[in-house]
């Protein structure tokens, strides 16, 4: 199954929720909008420099429901786009053409931000066509050195997508480059400690393994063949990444070797935040505003 069939099959729609871009002067992030809109589950509230979202919009004879607040430059609009949310002018939130620094900076703004739980993470929901299977993917894209109590915040949010996606009690692998833990390889430590801590009750809602390697955490027979006797090993619904570069690498391999189809959001704000690289295209934009949907109408009420 495709992912929009995927997210569509888990997403009840009830109403029109309004999207604030960050910096939409962006083709990708008009197209994805534009096919939400039409299918009339979202409205749009665009800012950044009115004059180019015009022109694209002119260029590939976009019109769908929308109001545009002309910037003066990309730190403004993303201060704009969280204001709104802020001010509950809007209910979901998304990243465009913009650094994603610059924006996430403004999402955790001590004064007007959106920052609601201890860490803010972002997951990838992936869907893998050869091996016809949904996984997600954590943390790609915020985080950049998790410590072990910001690697057990960003399994809690994982788990949140998972269960909104109907996924009860996922399988979570904590990855690294090996499936026994080396005290010199801190990744694998800290996912055997993680895993210590589903036993005791300290991480709820999932199972935890670790450490894995990624090919044992989802693929049964190199499990078998490494002589990995864990009966989750193969079975991993949830990979957590040891670092931002570990994950951006995933990532992109999924995307752009194995021409998977990807959903990207942060969770721990105020509202879900549609946060996608700047060269995905139109469609896993569009993915990620059916999950960011998805994700309100399921646990943001
Ligand atoms: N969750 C909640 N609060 C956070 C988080 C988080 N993940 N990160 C920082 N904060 C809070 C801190 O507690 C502090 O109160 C304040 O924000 C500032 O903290 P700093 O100085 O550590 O953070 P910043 O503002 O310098 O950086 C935060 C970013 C999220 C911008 C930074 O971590 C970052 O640049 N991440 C990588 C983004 C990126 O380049 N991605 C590229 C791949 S697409």
Redo the contacts with the bound molecule.
Sequence with gaps: MKLDHYLKSKLTISKTLRVAVACAEDEAVLMALSQAAEEAWIEAHLYGDKEKIEMILDALKLSFKLKIFDCANPEEACAKAVQAVHKGEAELLMKGLV???VF??AV?N?DWGI?K??????VTVAYVPKRDRIYLVSD?????APDLM?KKAIIDNCVEVAHALGLLDPKVAVLSAVEKVNPRMPSSVDAAELSAMTKRGEILGCQVDGPFALDNAVDVEAAHHKGVVHPNAGHADVLIVPN?EAG?ILFKAITFLAFGETAGVVM?ADVPII?T?RADKAEDKYHSILLAHLLKGQHHG
């Design positions: 650094d994603t620094s996430l900076k955790l001590k920052r739980a201890q860490v803010l993470s972002h790609a894209a915020m985080n950049i910001t931002i951006n721990g946060l690289s």
